[in-house]
C-alpha cells in the first residue's frame, strides 16, 4: 500500500508538479491579524449558503401555479396561492428541520453580505487595493454586486407579500427605463406584470447562474490571486515591503482557519434557531392589488429604497418620451456611481498620488487622513440611504411627520459625506500627533516631579522600540511629489500647461498635505529608562512567554517582486 501510494505521488509530481508547490503551500506565512479572518467569514458563510440551498432545492417548487394550500399551517387553508409560496409553506412547517434550514440560509446570506462589506471597507482604508492588488478589487466588487442581486432574487422565491412588493419595486425601475423599458418588462415577467414566469427564471438565475459565477470567482480572489502574492500585513514588529511574518499554512494557520468555520456554522445555526426571520407564513401570499405597511427589503438592499424614497417626484419629456428622473437616478445613477467609484477608486489614486510602487505593507487608516475621510463619506453616504428606506416606520415609531423625515435625509444626502470626511480627517490628524508624542516623549506616567528650582513637570515613560515599531518603522510612501514647479525664466513647467495638470497637482498636494511621517526618535539620555518595556507595571511585557513563541514560529518570505 506505501509503495502505490508513493508510485502515484511520483507520478502526480512529474507530471504536475505537485511536491514543489505542496511544499511552499505548507510553508506560507499568514499575517495574525483579526481583520484578516474576515474575508474567511464570508467564504464560509458561502459553503453554509451552498450546503443549506441543495436542501432547499429538493423541496422547492419554482412555479407560479395557482393550488389550494391544504397543509399543517391552518390559518391559510383554503387560501389560493403559487406553487412556490405553498411549497415554502410546507419546507417551513412539514419537512422535518425544514425551517432550521430555510433560516440558516438566509441568516448566512446576512452575514455573507455583512463579511464582504467590512472585508471591502479594510481593504479600503489601509491601501490594500494598491498594486499589484487592483484585478482582486475589481473581483472582490464584482462578487459584491453578484451576492447582492442573487440575495435580492432568493428572498424573492417564496412569492409571498413581501417579496412580491420588492418585486413589484423592481418592476417598476424597469419599466422606468428609456426606450426599452416595457420590452424589458414583458422579457422578465413573461407578459405583463406579474406575469407567469418571473419565479421560474429568477430561480433558475439563483441556483446555477450566479452561485457558477461566484464558485469561479471566490477561489481565483481567496487562493489562487493570494497565494501567488505576498500577503499584506500592518507595519510594526519587524514587517516590512519584502517580507511577511506570521504563522505557517501548516499545522498553524490550518487549525486556526478550521476552528473558524465551526464557529461560523455554530453561530448561524444558533441566530437561526432563537431569531426567526422571513416569517413568510405572516405575510400572505402575493396579491397585485396589496400591500402591507412598513414593509423592509433585506438591509442590503435597504440603501436602493432609501434612494427611492428621497428622490423628488422629477421628470422630464424629450422627442415623445418621458424620462422619470424619480425612478432612473435612485435606481440606475446612484448604484452606477457608487460601484463604478470603487472601481476605479485605486486607477484614481495612482493618479492622483503618482504612486506606482508594489505595495505589500498596508497603511494604517490614521496615516493617509484624505483616504479614510473619503472611506467615511461614503459610509455616511450608504448610511444615510439605509436610514432612509425605513422613513416612513421612523415616522411612526417617533410621531413625526412623513415630510419631516424625508426632507432631513435629503439635506444628509448632500451635507452627510463632507461632515463625514472633515471629522474622519481632524481625527486621523489627532491621532498621528498622538502618535508622534508617543514616539518623542513617551507615555505619561501620572507622576509629577519639582525640580530643585521649584518646577513641576510629568514623568514620560519611553516605550522600546517594539512597542512603537508600528509608528517608526520606515514604510513607503503613501504619494509622491507631483505639484507643479515654478516658472523658469518665465517659462511654465509642461505640468502647469494644461489643466488637467493642475487639476492632478492640486489634488496631489490635499492627498499629501497631513501624511504620517515616520519620525526619528531622540538618542537616549541617561535619565530614561532602559527597561521600561519590562516594567511589570508599564503594560508592555515585550520578553513574556507568547511573544517569543510568535516570534519563533514566524516565517519571512521574501516577496516576488
Known sequence: MAGLTDASARALDERLGTTGFARRALRKAFPDHWSFLVGEIAMYSFVIILLTGVFLTLFFKPSMHEVVYDGSYTKLK?????????????????????????????????IFMGAILVHLLRNF????????????????????LLVMFNGLFGYSLPDDLLSGTGLRILEGVTAGIPLVGSYLVMFLFGGEYPGTDIIPRLYVVHVLLIPGLLAALIPL??????????????????????????????????AKTTSLFLWVLGVTTLLAAFFQINPVWLFGPYDPGAISSGSQPDWYMGWLEGALRIMPAWEITAWGHTVPLSVLVPALA???????????????????????????LLDRPRDVPARTGIGVGGIVFYGTLWLAGGNDVLADRFDVPLFWTTWFFRFLIVFGPVLGYIV?????????????????????TGVVRQSPDGGYSEVERRLPDEAIAAITDPRPPAAVDLDVPPPVDGIPSPRGRTATGRLRAALNRRFRADLAVVPERPPLDSGDDLDSGNDPDSGNDLDSRDDRRAIATSIDETSPS
Not at 502574492?229 to 498553524?252: E, I, L
Open 424 to 444: 474622519a480627517y481632524r481625527i486621523c490628524v489627532g491621532l498621528q500627533r498622538r502618535d508622534l508624542e508617543l514616539a518623542l516623549h513617551g507615555l505619561e
Open 78 to 110: 383554503g387560501v389560493e396561492m403559487s406553487e412556490a409560496y405553498a411549497s415554502t409553506l410546507r419546507i417551513s412547517f412539514d419537512v422535518r428541520g425544514g425551517l432550521l434550514v430555510r433560516q440558516i440560509h438566509h441568516w448566512s446570506t446576512l
Open 125 to 144: 482604508f489601509t491601501g490594500a487595493f494598491r498594486k499589484p492588488r487592483e484585478l482582486n478589487w475589481l473581483i472582490g466588487i464584482a462578487m459584491f
Open 334 to 360: 446612484v448604484p452606477g456611481v457608487l460601484f463604478t467609484g470603487l472601481a476605479a477608486y485605486p486607477f484614481l489614486e495612482r493618479w492622483v498620488t503618482g504612486d506606482d510602487r508594489i505595495h505589500h
Open 221 to 254: 480572489h481567496a487562493i489562487v490571486l493570494t497565494w501567488r502574492q505576498t500577503h499584506t500585513q500592518f507595519p510594526g514588529k519587524g514587517s516590512t515591503n519584502t517580507t511577511v511574518r506570521g504563522y505557517p499554512f501548516f499545522p498553524v494557520f490550518i
